[in-house]
Nanobody
Framework: EVQLVESGGGLAQPGGSMRLSCAAS????????MRWVRQAPGKGPEWVSS????????RYADSVRGRFTISRHNAANTLYLQMNSLKPEDTAVYYC????????RGQGTQVTVSS
């Protein structure tokens, strides 16, 4: 059974930074592409970033490119999202998910950007 557990969310000020982590189990993490998706209050899911199994192919949504960095530690079965220069519009529940474009996701972690 695929299990994805996000952590690291919380409250940040505009311009601040935060790093999200996702602990993966129940599948071969090192062979799986992964992605981050977010959902803001009252809105549908928004794809944020994807990374392939080896970390050599990375894609970002225009809204986060240059501010967010996706990475992974295959030996630790962990996916990361480093978020810098945070904006209030980054406020959302952030989910990690298996697969480059589709696949199961975790329960999410709340990120709130507010002064």
């Amino acid at each position: 059974e695929v299990q994805l557990v996000e952590s690291g969310g919380g409250l940040a000020q505009p311009g601040g930074s935060m790093r999200l982590s996702c602990a993966a189990s129940g599948f071969t993490f090192s062979s799986s592409s992964m992605r981050w998706v977010r959902q803001a209050p009252g809105k549908g899911p928004e794809w944020v970033s994807s990374i392939d199994a080896g970390g050599g192919v990375i894609r970002y949504a225009d809204s986060v490119r240059g501010r967010f960095t996706i990475s992974r530690h295959n030996a630790a079965n962990t996916l990361y999202l480093q978020m810098n220069s945070l904006k209030p519009e980054d406020t959302a529940v952030y989910y990690c998910a298996k697969g480059f474009a589709d696949g199961p996701r975790g329960q999410g972690t709340q990120v709130t950007v507010s002064s």
